[in-house]
Nanobody, 126 residues
Framework: QVQLVESGGGSVQAGGSLRLSCAVS????????VGWFRQAPGKAREGVAD????????YSANSVKGRFTISRDNAKNTVYLQMDQLAVEDTAMYYC???????????????????WGQGTQVTVSS
């Protein structure tokens, strides 16, 4: 019943920007935690950022802090990941996922996230 759909990925030059979207349906959006994860080929999945849709509290991993911004639009049941100053090492498949609201704000544990989107590819070239 829960569905998450990512969009907004693509190819961009280093230093450029992209905005990813995650549309959530099938659950009460305003009571959830939505996390962004990424995975490059041959590497482990990495937590990027999360947001409590209850109050908008956010967390960003050190690797993206100051460059990526997570936000939400409760009216649209959508979470965004604004990615600025992109670097080659940001190249990965990006996923959004859903967890209970109390598992948010920096925990970014894959085991907490029951529902996952299909992913959207981000490729950064120099």
């Amino acid at each position: 019943q829960v569905q998450l759909v990512e969009s907004g990925g693509g190819s961009v030059q280093a230093g450029g920007s992209l905005r990813l979207s995650c549309a959530v349906s099938g659950w009460m959006f305003s009571t959830q935690c939505v996390g962004w994860f990424r995975q490059a080929p041959g590497k482990a999945r990495e937590g990027v950022a999360d947001i409590r849709t209850t109050d908008g509290t956010t967390y960003s991993a050190n690797s993206v802090k100051g460059r990526f911004t997570i936000s939400r639009d409760n009216a649209k049941n959508t979470v965004y990941l604004q990615m600025d100053q992109l670097a080659v090492e940001d190249t990965a498949m990006y996923y959004c996922a859903l967890a209970p609201w109390f598992r948010c704000n920096g925990r970014l544990s894959e085991a907490d996230y029951t529902y996952w989107g299909q992913g959207t590819q981000v490729t950064v070239s120099s």
